[in-house]
């Protein structure tokens, strides 16, 4: 059932892209929003908002070394010959969808985190790591916020609506992804007023 699904949906929906390029329908995930998907972009963010906004990124991204662009084994020793640091990492291969390609060093056991370490050695372009930061958490929840933004030539448009991707904390592996037993959420604000 599930390889019938990824069938339906390479071949797509006859008419679609010229129902959205030509405004008869709207799309809230159109033609090139997936861009950032690939996790690699991670290790440029804050330069390309420096270099095209001419200004400090506000938050600045997840300090994300790529295991390519660092002196492979010396990167490799810091992540994976001490225990401790295993406590601090995560790593992701860049390509990977779905939390099936993100390890989440303090969520865990040793051995298991230490079997990405020859993935890596054989394809270091292909994977990164990032600092570990917990995510927050709301009623129990683990809670990954989220939000939607149009990027145009002359201006921004930023969704209103944010949404967020939640799991149980207890028993979490530290992944929100869908299908990792994760969900997506609304999100309301109120006004304090």
């Known amino acids: 059932m599930k390889e019938d699904f990824k069938d339906l949906l390479r071949q797509g929906v006859p008419g679609l892209l010229d129902a959205y390029f030509n405004g008869v329908i709207k799309m809230i995930n159109g033609p090139g929003f997936e861009f950032l998907g690939d996790k690699h972009f991670c290790l440029y963010i804050d330069r390309l908002v420096t270099a095209y906004l001419k200004e400090e990124p506000i938050l600045k991204t997840i300090p994300t070394l790529s295991f ?12 994976f010959d001490n225990p401790d640091a295993q406590n601090y990492t995560v790593v992701k291969r ?12 303090p969520m865990l056991p040793r051995k298991e985190f230490q079997e990405v370490r020859p993935l890596i050695e054989a ?6 790591v990032q600092k570990y930061i917990a995510l927050s ?3 129990s929840q683990l809670t990954d916020l989220r939000n939607l933004a149009s990027v145009r030539r002359d201006s921004i448009v930023v969704s ?16 929100v992804n869908i299908s ?11 006004s304090g007023k």
């Open 68 to 79: 390519a662009e660092h002196d492979l084994q010396e990167l490799l020793a810091a992540v």
């Open 94 to 105: 860049v390509d990977g969808r779905g939390g099936d390609s993100v390890w989440v060093g």
């Open 123 to 128: 394809e270091p372009g292909a994977f990164l």
């Open 137 to 139: 958490q709301v009623n």
């Open 160 to 175: 209103k609506t944010l949404w967020g991707r939640g799991v149980p904390a207890s028993g979490s592996n530290g992944k």
């Open 180 to 190: 990792d037993k994760g969900f997506e959420f609304t999100v309301c604000t109120a």
